[in-house]
Every structure is written in structure tokens, then in C-alpha cells.
């Protein structure tokens, strides 16, 4: 229930922006009278205090300034490591926009993001041997949303976007070149816009909404611009959503989408089905020591089903406090059954967290303003891989300080086999190509604290 109305306020609305259709704005006022051209008539104006704060206040409602500062430390503790190898890293985010209103019908919105991490000196590599960036700065939105005669709401530029009611899996989010981090966004979703064009039309009559949707980034001609079609049908205590995405050289991607309240419980279920795959799948054995690799093999011509389902409910047990219990099911046919292709996968750049499985689980318990906390929550999770049996588990603390700062901590503990959540690898030294071998222990706990302001 908490968890699907903080879904349905994050996604990118445009009544959100505009707000509930206006009556139309008055006539224009006729022209005011020429001055007196005989200097004896003219009545010299006075303007007082008030009426010059006033057309400050009327020009600062036309734009406004602010950003996000999101300043943490974060530490990893790997499976045998000494405390004194722990490593460290300080992720900070620094977001700008500058939010332009000149009246209710036209909204200019851009936004940009520095990183910067405190730890990363010149020449740090990753375990990879990939070369580290201590800062970047990347546009994160630039869009422009006017409306159509009130019939008709468009969104143009790099906007975020999110489609999707599942909590920790998305398949049906298909316009966002990078999948939810399904344990950090518990905290903050930290992805960027992608370039659209949008047409949001309402038809509150029949309680429905159409979207139509060009996607635009890396296209630098018309062949390569993308196209997407979604409908949301409300009815009862439910909202269906039904999606449809194509473009050259991606699959044909088809999702539904269904939430609903059953007295007490939440349900989701949130499938998608996509057919014209070319990316390329391993069948077969790594092994790198005896030069063992993987064969590709295409699934072109398969439709590859993914299914979430999940349900939420909320437990009073105070007369002023609630706790909610949630569990969710992603069956993932584009993942592999277990996890012995993992270290080719990320030597081919092909990994992709939390859609590596083809089965997994989650379950969470989240308390808002436990007790007398009034200001702050905690949040239990679980993820499972289960097809290669590993798990890691993360407990959030969240409180609201001097109003306006928000203090985070958690900590996650990695365990089961060796696999996607529990991974480990070792590689004796190979004369030409790994000359002192490779080495890369199981994590075995992170640990982190945050401290975020919005002005």
C-alpha cells in the first residue's frame, strides 16, 4: 500500500506538473490609454515598497533554483580479509536544476549532476583493471512540457522516466537504458533521464491515460529513433497498464502491468515478453586456466517471457503505527540457471546485476516512524539468487534531522555459494596473459552513512 503509492508519486506525471485543468485564462485587457500629450496633465506614479516585493515575489515564482547535496562514506569488508584491507570509497552526488515557470501551462526543467569520490587517487583500477574516475559530470535532465490545448500534455528532452509497480524488478521499464539498483534505490534512485518525446493524453472520463513516446538518444538519423505506447486503465482498486516498445536493433518488448488492493494486501504483477533479440548468449564451460570458452548462441527468434509478482501488507500495531511486510517472485527466462558462466559474463562486459539469475525472491519489512521515532524508518530486505543460491541481506535507517537534512545508514551481509551476490574468483598466473593471476574474494559485509539535503 505505502510502497505502491510511493511508485505511483514517483512516476514522471504531467498533471503532476501542470496540475488539474484550469478554467482558460481571461481575455486580453485592451490596450492602456496613451499618455497626455500636454505636459501639465502628467501625474507623476509612485511605487511603493509593497509593490515592487510583490513584482520580485511574481518574477521568482517563474524560476527557481535548487539541487540535492548527497554526501556519503561507504566501507567493504571481503570474506578473509584483515580490517586494515577494508576498502573505502565516498560515492557524493551534487545535483543543480534550474526550474522555469513563466505561466501554468509551460514548464523549462534542467538538471545537472557532479560526482565526485574523495577516495579514488590518479591511476586507481578497479579489479578489472579498469581505470577509475575520481569525478564526472553528466546532464541529468533537460526538457521542456507544454500542453496542447488542454486536451493534450507533451514532455520533450532528457526527462526521467518509470515504468513498472514491481519494488525491487522492472521488466516493463523499458525506456531506461540501466536497470534499477534494486537495494540502493531504498535510499535513492540514482539514474539519470534518457531522451524523449512524450505525449501524455488524459481521458479522465473513463479514468485511463494514453502515452505515446519517441526515444532519441544515440539516434542521428530517423531509422534508429525509437517508439513506445503505453495505456493505464484505472477500475475499482486496481490500474492496469498495458506497454508496447520498439527499435532498430533492440527487440520487440510487450508488457502488462496490474497492481491491486485485496482488503488488506498489495498485489503486483508486472510481466514483459520480448522477441528479436540479438544480444548474444554462452552456453558450454569457462575455464580460463585450461583455455575453456563458452560458444555464443542467438535467441533471435525466441519470445523470452519475464514475470514479477509481489504483494505488500500493512500491520497496525499501535493506534498510531503500521508496519508493512512485503515478499516478491522475478522469474527472468534471459537469465542462466546457474552461476558458472558469471566471470566469463563479466569479462565480456555482458553482466547485468539482478537480471543475471532466471529466478529469484525478495522480502522486506518496512516501518515508518516506529514508536516515538516520529522522524525516522527502518527497512529489512533479502534478496535471493535463487538459481546459483546465493543471498545478501541490508538493513536501512533513515532520519529526518533540522528539517531539511536527511541522515541514512546500513549495512549488508553476503552469503551462500559462490555466485552472483557471493561472488569469488581465482585464476593461477598465466605467462602472457595474467602474469601474477587473479584474485577476487567473496564480499562478505558493506557498511555505509549518508547525509542528504535538498535546497
Do not use: C
Request: hydrophobic share 40%.
Amino acid at each position: 500500500m505505502l510502497f505502491l503509492a510511493a511508485l505511483a508519486l514517483a512516476d514522471d506525471r504531467d498533471d503532476d506538473v501542470f496540475g488539474a485543468p484550469s478554467d482558460p485564462p481571461p481575455a486580453d485587457t485592451p490596450p492602456a490609454e496613451p499618455p497626455p500629450t500636454d505636459l501639465g496633465e502628467v501625474q507623476l506614479a509612485t511605487t511603493s515598497d509593497a509593490a515592487i516585493a510583490a513584482s520580485l515575489a511574481e518574477a521568482d515564482d517563474r524560476l527557481t533554483l535548487g539541487g540535492k547535496l548527497y554526501l556519503r562514506a561507504d566501507a567493504a569488508v571481503a570474506e578473509g580479509a584483515e580490517f586494515n584491507e577494508t576498502a573505502l570509497s565516498s560515492p557524493n552526488l551534487l545535483d543543480l536544476f534550474a526550474d522555469v515557470r513563466p505561466n501554468d501551462r509551460v514548464r523549462g526543467y534542467a538538471a545537472g549532476r557532479f560526482r565526485y569520490d574523495f577516495t579514488v587517487a590518479p591511476g586507481d583500477t578497479d579489479d578489472w583493471g579498469n581505470e577509475l574516475e575520481a569525478g564526472s559530470v553528466t546532464l541529468d535532465q533537460l526538457w521542456l512540457k507544454f500542453d496542447v490545448g488542454r486536451v493534450a500534455y507533451v514532455t520533450t528532452g532528457r526527462q526521467r522516466i518509470k515504468w513498472g509497480s514491481g519494488r525491487f524488478w522492472n521488466p516493463t521499464d523499458f525506456l531506461n537504458a540501466q536497470a534499477l539498483d534494486a537495494l540502493a534505490a531504498t535510499v535513492f534512485d540514482e539514474r539519470t533521464g534518457v531522451t524523449l518525446l512524450k505525449v501524455h493524453v488524459p481521458l479522465e472520463k473513463i479514468g485511463a491515460n494514453l502515452y505515446a513516446v519517441g526515444s532519441f538518444d544515440g539516434a542521428d538519423d530517423f531509422e534508429q529513433v525509437g517508439g513506445a505506447l503505453r495505456t493505464e486503465w484505472v477500475f475499482w482498486t486496481a490500474e492496469l497498464a498495458l506497454s508496447a516498445a520498439a527499435r532498430e536493433g533492440d527487440p520487440l518488448r510487450l508488457g502488462a502491468d496490474l497492481s491491486a488492493g485485496l482488503g488488506p494486501i498489495d498485489v503486483h504483477v508486472e510481466s514483459a515478453v520480448r522477441h528479436g533479440d540479438d544480444s548474444t548468449y554462452y552456453e558450454g564451460t569457462f575455464n580460463l586456466d585450461k583455455f575453456k570458452f563458452p560458444e555464443e548462441v542467438s535467441r533471435e527468434e525466441d519470445w523470452i517471457p519475464q514475470v514479477v509478482a509481489g504483494a505488500e501488507v500493512g500491520i497496525k500495531y499501535s493506534d498510531r503505527d503500521s508496519l508493512y511486510l512485503g515478499a516478491e517472485y522475478f522469474y527472468n527466462d534471459a537469465g542462466y540457471a546457474d552461476s558458472d558462466l558469471l566471470p566469463y559474463l563479466l569479462f565480456e562486459g555482458a553482466y547485468t546485476p539482478f537480471y543475471l539469475g532466471q529466478h529469484y525472491a525478495a522480502a522486506y519489512l518496512y516501518l515508518p516512524s516506529p514508536g516515538r521515532w516520529d522522524d525516522g524508518s527502518v527497512t529489512a530486505s533479502t534478496l535471493a539468487n535463487l538459481s546459483d543460491g546465493t543471498y545478501v541481506s541490508r538493513l536501512d535507517l533513515s532520519h529526518r534531522a533540522l528539517t531539511h537534512l536527511q541522515l541514512n545508514a546500513y549495512a549488508a551481509y553476503h552469503y551462500g555459494e559462490d555466485g552472483e551476490f557471493h561472488f569469488s574468483y581465482e585464476v593461477d598466473p598465466i605467462p602472457g596473459m595474467l602474469d601474477d593471476g587473479l584474485s577476487i574474494p567473496a564480499p562478505a559485509a558493506e557498511f555505509g552513512v549518508g547525509a542528504m539535503v535538498n535546497f
